[in-house]
């Protein structure tokens, strides 16, 4: 089975962001990007699928800068096999990624794809669901638990309530959620391995899609800020203060 | 301009998180449609047809929608969806797991968590775990949004209820199957629309202690949530999650106890009315946000709490 991984370069979950002061976006100069951490976990399931010798072969793939090659370099390092990074300078819609990924799968055929239920940065969670409609290939989202099953696959996924159980055919599209697996690290050993790994560049314009412009971002601002109250003394003058001042209880 | 709700429910009760759905509809649509599909679910029909302002209910009933499985409400909305000028579920794993799907196959964008309405094509919405806030033009002709519950008001009035359009259409493709579902059983308000929780972190050490958030939560009557950190290490159950990865909540109270504050945390809860912060570590980043801030040990604390709460 050939497993596609999609992956996000994103600023680093423990940066604290700054929004530009223009209202254009938020500041990207000289800070760290990582994988975006759903992804990780997407990638460190497709290994372990390759290690249990249930895939064949796992590509990671990304839309982006070139700067995500340094992304692609990592999921080389934590097991993929190969990489395809669709370069672009442009940002790009969910709608639009989805479409550059269905091409993508169209030339690659793989059984399955796996992302990761969102990224931190945009929060949308939407690539993965438009992939499958675009592909008309069915979804399982959120899942938190994975059994193969020769051509179909059952998935936990974490619902609001608590947790479903859905079977799905082969090949389909898997969003993850946190907890489906503990990702690896990637050894020293591995990292220089993954550098002579094959990374194909494919330029977006050259694939022959037409994407259309679908949302246009007027402004990106800091929200309200929250400030600090009082420390109170004991749980005596938080009740009261709850009842009295806040009036809440 | 006319626009479609997709009511969630569970084929008996209606989920509150339409009544703010709804709420967000009626600032783009006088006569917002409300789509019911399930599987006997008249009940549920009948729920919506009551609230304020609603006049029209579109209820699909068929065993093939017993679960809702993306794939055949996706193709069941295409088929009705020209008509529409937007598309609105609550921003729910419901909500989430279902709109792209139909706004790919529209070939159109689709704004989440929606948390402001400006015009019938400009929307507010955050973005980075809640710390930017994103306003976007839509240009397409159909807007697909999933609404941010909490920053609408619900809808609670009601009214001697409107007519019900039966519409019959059965549509299971066979590539998806339920297998089951494991819910998590609780007494307690529900937490996205609960007015007051109470939340435990790792600082409550392990399932069993955390009971005593349990505790709290009872005499006030609110409901139990919990940080990634109490979720990962075991001591309750994920869909108890408030976070970016979670639940967004947005009550009047509430009660962060041996929580750090970690931005994925504040993500879910920093629209609270009021914060209070129990937690050990004066410099907790929660105290920073934290209305109320009282430093101390919880398993002391907590206890008082309850004492002086129920003798009150």
């Known amino acids: 089975m050939k497993i596609l991984v999609a992956v996000k370069r994103v600023i680093d979950p423990y940066v604290k962001i700054r929004v530009k002061g223009d ?53 080389l390092a934590l097991g993929a096999n190969r990489a395809i990074l669709v370069s672009t300078a442009k940002e790009h819609c969910s709608l639009n990624i989805a479409k550059i990924l269905q091409k993508i799968v169209n030339d690659e055929k793989p059984d399955l794809v796996l992302m990761g239920k969102q990224a931190i940065d945009g929060d949308n969670n939407q690539t993965p669901q438009m992939l499958a409609a675009l592909l008309d290939w069915p979804q399982a989202t959120f899942v938190s638990g994975l059994t193969m099953n020769g051509d179909s696959l059952e998935a936990v996924r974490e619902v609001d ?65 929250r400030s600090g109250g009082v420390k109170v003394d004991s749980v005596e003058e ?8 806040a009036k809440v209880l | 301009m006319s626009t479609l709700v997709i009511v ?19 600032q783009l649509d006088k006569n917002p449609v409300l789509l019911v599909v399930g599987h006997e679910c008249q009940a549920v029909a009948a729920q919506a047809a009551a609230m304020a302002g609603v006049h029209a209910v579109w209820l699909v009933d068929s065993p093939c929608y017993a679960h809702p499985i993306a794939e055949n409400i996706c193709d069941l909305v295409l088929s009705m969806a020209s008509s529409f000028s937007a598309i609105l579920t609550p921003a729910s794993t419901f909500g989430k797991n279902l709109l792209p799907r139909i706004a790919a196959k529209l070939d159109v964008a689709q704004v989440s968590d929606v948390t402001r309405i400006i015009d019938s094509n400009t929307f507010e919405h955050p973005i980075y775990a809640g710390n930017a806030i994103e306003t976007v033009r839509v240009l397409d002709k159909i807007k697909a949004l999933t609404i941010r519950t909490t920053a609408f008001d619900a809808v609670h009035d009601e009214q001697s209820s409107c007519s019900i359009e039966h519409i019959d259409k059965a549509i299971s493709g066979a590539k998806t199957r339920f297998i089951k579902q494991e819910l998590s059983r609780s007494e307690r308000p529900e937490l996205g629309s609960a007015k007051i929780v109470v939340s435990g972190g790792r600082g409550l050490q392990n399932a069993e202690k955390f009971k005593l958030i349990e505790d709290l939560a009872d005499v006030l009557g609110a409901a139990v949530g919990a940080s990634r950190a109490a979720v990962d290490a075991g001591f309750v159950p994920n869909d108890y999650q408030v976070g970016q990865t979670g639940k967004v909540v947005a009550p009047t109270l509430y009660i962060a106890v041996g929580i750090s504050g970690a931005v994925q945390h504040l993500a879910g809860m920093k629209d609270s009315k009021v914060i209070v912060a129990i937690n050990k570590d004066e410099d907790a980043p ?23 709460l129920k003798t009150a």
Do not use: C, W
């Not at chain 1, 990638?43 to 070139?66: D, H, N, S, Y």
């Open chain 1, 238 to 245: 938080l009740i009261n203060k709850l009842k009295h001042e």
């Open chain 1, 161 to 225: 309530g608590g947790l479903e159980t859905l079977g799905v055919n082969l090949p389909a599209v898997i969003s993850v959620d946190l907890r489906l697996n503990e990702p690896r690290y990637a050894s020293l050993p591995n990292i220089m391995k993954a550098k002579s790994k094959p990374l194909t560049m494919i330029a977006l314009e050259t694939m022959g899609l037409e994407l259309k412009e679908h949302i246009e971002v007027l402004s990106v601002t800091a929200p309200p800020t």
């Open chain 1, 23 to 75: 209202g254009t976006g938020v500041d990207k100069q000289n800070i760290k990007m990582s994988m975006n951490p759903f992804d990780e976990i997407a990638m460190e399931q497709a290994i372990r699928l390759l290690e249990q010798k249930i895939a064949t072969e796992v590509i990671a793939v990304t839309v982006g800068t070139e700067a995500s090659q340094e992304t692609l370099r990592q999921a």
């Open chain 2, 8 to 26: 969630e429910h569970n084929n008996k009760l209606m989920h509150p998180a339409t009544r703010n759905t709804f709420a967000a509809a009626l």
């Open chain 2, 286 to 308: 929660i105290f920073q946000i934290a209305s109320y801030g009282l430093v101390g040990d919880l398993f002391e604390l907590v206890p008082q709490m309850i004492e002086q």
